[in-house]
């Protein structure tokens, strides 16, 4: 199973299209998880074109998003369990606001986002993953996202960086 993960597209805002980079991975994608800052609707509906969509909202997304979303979510993907939150709040890092939300789940990757940071590392025997971002890579040197191919013996997920949003 290939998934894709995304989060902080703040779509149309920061891109009025999907980069062709991303568009490129999510032609062959089978699921598509997004950890928050959607911005609008329409880009569920735009990512559903491709594959199965899910995800969470984030602090800057509409009341709308939340509602269909939710804030915190645990799912299981090809016998995978992956929590999904955005990692806003106070308190601590983003990474550790993310462990924190699934202290009692204990999953086996957690996918956040909020920093626009691509960042991957193991805490305690779970992975964290935040893909950065697609469409606003702010202070880092690329725009980036994920993809995690489920299906071999250590399923790691991967980040694909890129230049251009054009």
Do not use: C
């Amino acid at each position: 199973m290939k998934i894709i993960l995304i989060s902080d597209t703040h779509m149309p805002r920061m891109a009025k299209r999907i980069p062709p980079r991303l568009a490129e991975e999510l032609e062959t994608s089978d699921f598509i998880l997004h950890a928050g800052d959607w911005q609008t609707l329409d880009l569920a509906d735009e990512l559903s074109r491709y594959a199965p969509v899910d995800g969470v909202a984030g602090n800057t997304d509409p009341p709308e998003i939340e509602k269909q979303f939710g804030r915190k979510k645990l799912l299981t993907l090809d016998g995978l369990r992956i929590g999904i939150v955005h990692g806003d709040g106070t308190g601590g890092t983003t990474p550790g606001r993310a462990l924190d939300a699934f202290k009692d789940e204990r999953p086996d990757l957690i996918l956040f986002g909020h920093s626009h940071i691509p960042f991957m590392e193991e805490r305690d025997g779970i992975l964290l993953f935040n893909p950065g971002s697609p469409t606003d890579k702010r202070r880092q040197p690329q725009f980036s996202f994920g993809v995690l191919e489920t299906g071999d013996g250590d399923p790691r997920p991967r980040h694909v960086f890129y230049d251009s949003k054009r």
